[in-house]
């Protein structure tokens, strides 16, 4: 399978010395992690949000692409700490450096280490749709307007 070739730009010279490069953990990874690109460590106060620096930029250049910042669940289940905003989206035409949004949940302060893996960068593939405006939908679902938790819980 031919992957894309994501152009890189490393922002800060830690990228590639003391810092790696993100790259797959495994052949079947299906995201990098991304770390945090600090000098020294950051310490994220409960409830507290801070942005991290991952010292890369990225051009995608595609528009059939997206770049998706997913939080590391080993972060989130044992310390809270997850992204700000859920999900990051970075979309093709976008190339400035990388910041990640952390919030910690947790109920004590969390260190974040230079270089520590602090989230995960996925790429996956965007479809553009058109809306069209409509008095009423031309077919009817089972489920309609039915919605949260409308479809039962088991």
Known sequence: ???????????????????????????????????ACLETPKIVQPGETVLIPSGIAISIHDPGLVALLVPRSGLGIKHGIVLANTVGVIDSDYQGEIGIGIVNRGAAPYTIEPGERICQVMFVPVLQADLNVVTSFSQESERGAGGFGSTGSH
Do not use: C, F, Q
């Open 1 to 35: 399978m031919m992957r894309p070739k994501i152009e890189t730009k490393i922002i800060n010279p830690l990228i590639g010395t003391t810092i790696p490069l993100p790259s797959y953990a495994t052949g079947g990874a299906a995201a990098m992690d991304l770390r």
